[in-house]
């Protein structure tokens, strides 16, 4: 896609923020409401972009460990879209999925869609990658940078990264003319990334993997940050789901959930294996990455860390971050963070909802941890995941 014809990505967002309102979300409620009496018993049906976020969903049902449970599990739908994931999710097409952090709170608050994060997907697995010849962060001043969606934690870490440099996130049409001080911010599909870094149409871009890796397997840009060093193990993606199943099925979202954990805990035992089940070699083809930019990202070289920590992409060694990491447990502290956040944070369209959130209240009621607590649990609770065996946290930044 051109930088210069946002038409498909114009379009993704009306139809996004015209689904995510209370009235378009109706017609589409109305038939999860039907598909849901029609089938009582439905499988699992995933859908997923085709991006590392979706690791554990995917390695799930390669794995079997959905049947381990004693329950169905289709085989997860490819789609191309946050605005496709959506309307899949809130029509009953699919019934789990990974969702930007952020995004979940617009479903929830700015169109009223009846569901909830049961679990965290995945932590880090981000980054802000700009042109080689960058090498500061105020060097991005007067220049475009590209984010996935204005709801997510990419556009909110990177803004405060902004700010604390000196430059004043905005909005502006494509030509606009620039302040030495201003960056524009444009929202682009991630796999179009790389090729507007390479042809010089945007500075940068901070999003999810191995979008990051492919711009360095290309040689096209260099990672200036991660985010994860930015917001200590900070949630990406999200696992979201009908509030119908969890009231109404909770002996089976109890399994789906068990299912997600046991995959998370497998992933991080196996990350080669993980990046090669995840390949476009891969039996099942799930993305259309090749197996060496995903290892950089799931089972990185021992070389690697020392190198982003001399280039300061890395600045919190003591934090012994991941490229990518996976714990499912959804500590409040962090939601109630990003709702903080989110209400100081540049997002075009109509986020008025925002303001009258109270992070505490969307922190307990945005979350329903019954399910994952109980899967923690049976694997040998947090310690299993190296953390601390607690279910609260203080959040760390490092800006």
Request: charged fraction near 20%; glycine fraction near 6%.
């Amino acid at each position: 896609m051109c930088l210069d014809d946002f038409t498909h990505t114009r379009r993704d967002i009306l139809k996004l923020s015209a689904m995510l309102t209370a009235a378009g979300a109706l017609p589409m409620l109305s038939s999860l409401q039907a598909r849901a009496a029609a089938e009582p018993d439905a499988p699992v049906r995933i859908g997923y972009l085709p991006i590392t976020d979706a690791t554990p969903l995917l390695v799930a049902h390669n794995n079997g460990l959905f049947e381990a449970e004693g329950i169905k599990a289709e085989r997860p739908v490819l789609l191309r879209s946050w605005a496709q994931v959506i309307e899949a999710f809130i029509s009953g097409q699919v019934n789990v999925i990974h969702l930007l952090s952020p995004m979940t709170v617009w479903a929830r608050y700015g169109s009223k869609v009846p569901a909830k994060v049961v679990a965290w997907n995945h932590v880090g697995g981000s980054g802000l990658t700009v042109a080689p010849d960058i090498q500061e962060v105020r060097q991005l001043g007067g220049q475009s940078i590209a984010i996935p969606f204005w709801y997510s934690i990419h556009n909110v870490v990177v803004q405060q990264l902004f700010r604390d440099n000196g430059l004043q996130p905005v909005t502006r049409p494509v030509g606009s003319t620039l302040a030495a001080n201003e960056v524009n911010l444009v929202v682009m599909p991630p796999s179009d990334m790389p090729p507007a870094l390479a042809t010089k149409r945007i500075a940068g871009y901070i999003v999810a993997e191995p979008f990051n890796a492919l711009a360095e397997d290309l040689n096209v840009g260099r990672v200036q940050r991660f985010t994860g060093d930015l917001w200590r193990n900070h949630a990406c993606c999200v696992v979201f789901m009908h509030e119908h199943d969890l009231n109404n099925r909770p002996e089976w979202s109890q399994k789906v959930v068990n299912a997600i954990v046991k995959a998370q805990l497998w992933t991080r035992d196996n990350r080669q294996a993980a990046a090669q089940l995840l390949a476009k070699d891969g039996e099942n083809r799930y993305t259309p990455h090749s197996s060496a930019v995903l290892q950089k990202v799931l089972a990185p070289a021992a070389s690697d860390r020392a190198r982003y920590e001399a280039a300061g992409a890395i600045q919190h060694g003591d934090w012994d971050e991941q490229r990518i990491d996976f714990q499912p447990y959804p500590f409040a502290s962090y939601t109630e963070e990003l709702v903080t956040r989110l209400k100081h944070t540049l997002i075009q369209g109509d986020n008025q909802f925002l303001a009258g959130l109270d992070p505490a209240h969307v922190a307990t009621d945005l979350v329903d941890d019954r399910f994952v607590k109980n899967s923690i649990a049976a694997v040998g609770g947090l310690k299993a995941f190296g953390l601390p065996d607690s279910f609260e946290r203080t959040e760390e930044f490092g800006f």
